[in-house]
Nanobody, 116 residues
Framework: QVQLVESGGGLVQTGGSLRLSCAASGFTFRNYAMSWYRQAPGKERDLVARISMAGGSTNYADSVKGRFTISRDNSKNTVDLQMNSLKPEDTAVYYC?????????WGQGTQVTVSS
């Protein structure tokens, strides 16, 4: 069955870095655009970063541009999110997402907490 398993979340101080990773299985990874979303308490789930199937195109939310980098390895079926210069407002549950046409899959999420 389809699985997206996130890892790498945790507690970090303001200005610190974390690297999230998502391991995919159960579908043809290279045929799916991959994204990271996040959801803070009481807020909607928002797109953080997206990467195209081959990795040649990326998009970022304005709030993370210049600080976060999304990357993928189609040989390993993984997508990563490198997060630098973290701020308290980055605190949220981060979700991995796979999308192709009408098909969308979600991971279970990983908590990122940035202390001030």
């Amino acid at each position: 069955q389809v699985q997206l398993v996130e890892s790498g979340g945790g507690l970090v101080q303001t200005g610190g870095s974390l690297r999230l990773s998502c391991a995919a299985s159960g579908f043809t990874f290279r045929n799916y655009a991959m994204s990271w979303y996040r959801q803070a308490p009481g807020k909607e789930r928002d797109l953080v970063a997206r990467i195209s199937m081959a990795g040649g195109s990326t998009n970022y939310a304005d709030s993370v541009k210049g600080r976060f980098t999304i990357s993928r390895d189609n040989s390993k079926n993984t997508v990563d999110l490198q997060m630098n210069s973290l701020k308290p407002e980055d605190t949220a549950v981060y979700y991995c997402n796979a999308n192709r046409l009408a098909f969308t899959y979600w991971g279970q999420g990983t908590q990122v907490t940035v202390s001030s």
